[in-house]
């Protein structure tokens, strides 16, 4: 195993010690110091990369997982999962110090907390460095249910526990439609290795398929990075405690879909379809994001809304420079390639400067106990040094130098006007409206962060609205914003130094045909002289301090949109419709009678199995190749029936488990005669403790009273019993009689040679079938466990207490 499976792995298998740290050491010292040192180890790992992937070289290692199936644990690491491996780690060691000092050690429950974390780290590593879409899959869906958990970390509270499902139902529907679209991709690459799908790339527009996969991997890569329509789920998602959100909302999971979207542009890339839903939701998403923004009041709700905004701001670069595939080599491609250098350029950005700022906002919940900006204003001299953070933090979000922001977002404005000349595409009848729309979100940028910064942190300060004495932050929790805020600056002077080691692999990597022309040269640059992006930041900047300043004469425009047709009263409206109607069709076939359930079961049998065999002809026999009916065989049979009668006619419970289990020994006696030893001992086997077990049952259980009472005959159980007894007895004979393939018993005959066991049936249930017995069992552990925690919560008198609420 190398070294890239251990750095995914190690998360995961430290999460396991973490529950004993807690246990052992608290609350003398914090769990975090424990884990701080497993993002740290990994994150140093990762630089050590660093003079390998700036010379456009990868790491590759394969540990074989299904090998039958193509489905391997292949780790590839270019210039673009480097970038997130390094956000991941870099950005998770920052947000596990500070939470050291937001989380407390005597308050908090903090082994859930970090469990979380380390899983959601270990399955963010796993997604970035996957190499085969089906394991990637399976990361991303883990990313999911940890995001679901550490959302809902304070789960007593209502808004964390809605915020929770409401994240885990979209992006988990977002995840099964991309899970489709990976099964149509390999079905039109015949690969599941991403790298292989590249080098192909060239033929899939063909396909017919290439269309539908394409959409459905962006419903999954739209709905985790919070795209239009699929945004509303973050801004609840901020229920979570600060640190979670500074991780997961600003540089790892809702970066996911960002990844997914540069890494598969190589495949999709090119084609009119990929650019325009991509770049069209992109720039929608950046409007919606920012437009929503400024009217927030809450600090957390401010920075998720520019959050999504930023977010469609990466994705619509991305779209932007996929024209690049389009014009294969030459100057017209390097001009949109530009455009994906800046979307990689900007997620970095992004997630030092949000980070900063959501870190900030932590600081000031935790010292004032409110994120109201109605309540907060003049803490400028009781928290100085979180003012300068958000000032660093604010200004970078706005674009303004000399902070990094400003670099990626002159790059923005350069590719918007790139694509208003876009000669493909038809793009230049409708491309013009794309700069007008980056620019007006723009000016909604610069209006919200300036409402972060000096509505916060200006002004008059209320503390007779605090109810508390309010100071700096503890030193140990400014370091990591300070670590931040120092890289927002340090970009800005040296940004070529990033782009070096950094950008231009992950450039190459997600343009790779380009790479190898040579054709990728860019230079990043504070200064380009008085150009026409430079006139759009200075209207930016005037445009938007005008409206800062008359904020509240125009703010009540807000209010002019009905919130009956909002996206999330929608969404609660879809969900309140569809509980009730799910109730009520529960309530009409839960009657709590075991013969109604009989009857939905067998109906549908009946309709469906034997309706399809009528329909498609499958009704026919073919009794010449039977063997005849012996005398044996014949009298096992009308002993079987004997016995069957026996159950159900019997008047005593212990004849009726006797006959039950008499009926399992003349099955096996059935074996005998077929020449079937293995499966005979096992039936026996297997009969014999079910009866002894039933028999044990039941002499415990109290006598019931005896009623006697008479039962009427029912002609809807007749025609039902009748029926499906017909169907399953008409479509075993054509089964039988109709064999389109040659049988495989003979294959598990030689269970001693391919598996080492003598007795076939144990040779199928624990070697051939061994990941699908093991997954039985797995089921069957889960069920004990739910069944074991409502006895022990039912002992503790959980329910009286649930109930008293």
Known sequence: MSWLHLMILIPFIFAIAVPYLYKKFTPRIHTGWFVLFVPLLIFSNLLTFIPTISQGNTFTATVQWLPSYNINFTTHVDGLSFVFGLLIAGIGTLVILYSIYYMSKHREALHNFYVYLLLFMGAMLGLVFSDNIFVLYVFWEMTSVSSFLLIAYWYEREKSRYGAQKSMLITIFGGLAMLAGFIMLAMIS??????????????????????????????????????????????????????????????????????????????????????????????????????????????????????????????????????????????????????????????????????????????????????????????????????????????????????????????????????????????????????????????????????????????????????????????????????????VIVIFFFPNVLSHYLLKPALMAVLPTLAQEGELHVKISAWHGWNTELFMTLGVIGVGTLLYIYLKKWHRIYHVYPEGLTLNNIYNLGIEKMENVSRLITNRYMTGFIRHYLVYIFSFIILLLGGSMLLFDGFSFNPSADAPVNFFEAGLMIAMVITALTVLFSKNRMTSIVAVGGLGFLVSFFFVLFRAPDLALTQLVVETVTTALFLLCFYHLPQLRKEVSRVRFKAVNAVISIGVGAVVTVVALSANGNRLFASISSYYENSYELAGAKNIVNAILVDFRGFDTMLEILVLCIAGLGVYTLIKLRLSGGDKNEGTK
Not at 422 to 448: C, E, K, Q
């Open 190 to 487: 015949d690969t599941y290795s991403i790298r292989e799908m590249v080098s192909h790339a060239a033929v899939f527009p063909s396909h017919l398929l290439f269309f539908p996969a394409m959409i459905l991997i962006l419903i999954g890569a739209f709905t985790k990075s919070a795209q239009f329509p699929f945004s509303i789920w973050l801004p609840d998602a901020m229920e979570a405690p600060t640190p979670i959100s500074a991780y997961l909302h600003s540089a790892t999971m809702v970066k996911a879909g960002i990844y997914l979207v540069a890494r598969l542009t190589p495949v999709f890339g090119g084609s009119a379809e990929w650019f325009w839903i991509v770049s069209g939701v992109g720039i929608i998403t950046l409007l919606y994001g920012s437009v929503n923004a400024v009217r927030q009041t809450d600090l957390k709700a401010l920075l998720a809304y520019s959050t999504i905004s930023q977010l469609g701001l990466i994705m619509s670069l991305l779209g932007f420079g996929s024209a690049s595939l389009y014009f294969k080599i030459g100057e017209d491609s390097t001009v949109y390639a530009v455009a994906i250098f800046a979307a990689i350029f900007h997620l970095v950005n992004h997630s030092t400067f949000k980070g900063c700022l959501f870190m900030v906002v932590g600081i000031i919940d935790h010292e004032t106990g409110t994120r109201d900006i109605r309540r907060l204003g003049g803490l400028i001299h009781l928290m100085p040094i979180s003012f300068t953070l958000a000032v660093i933090g604010g200004f970078a979000m706005a674009g303004l130098p000399p902070f990094n922001g400003f670099l990626s977002k002159e790059m923005f404005f350069t590719a918007v006007l790139n694509t208003a000349q876009l000669s493909a595409f038809n793009a230049d009848y409708i491309g013009i409206i794309i700069p007008i729309i980056a620019w007006i979100a723009s000016v909604f940028t610069f209006v919200y962060s300036m409402i972060l910064v000096f509505k916060t942190i200006r002004g008059k300060h209320k503390p007779e609205k605090l109810g508390r004495e309010v100071h700096e932050a503890p030193i140990g929790m400014l370091i990591p914003p300070l670590v931040l805020a120092s890289l």
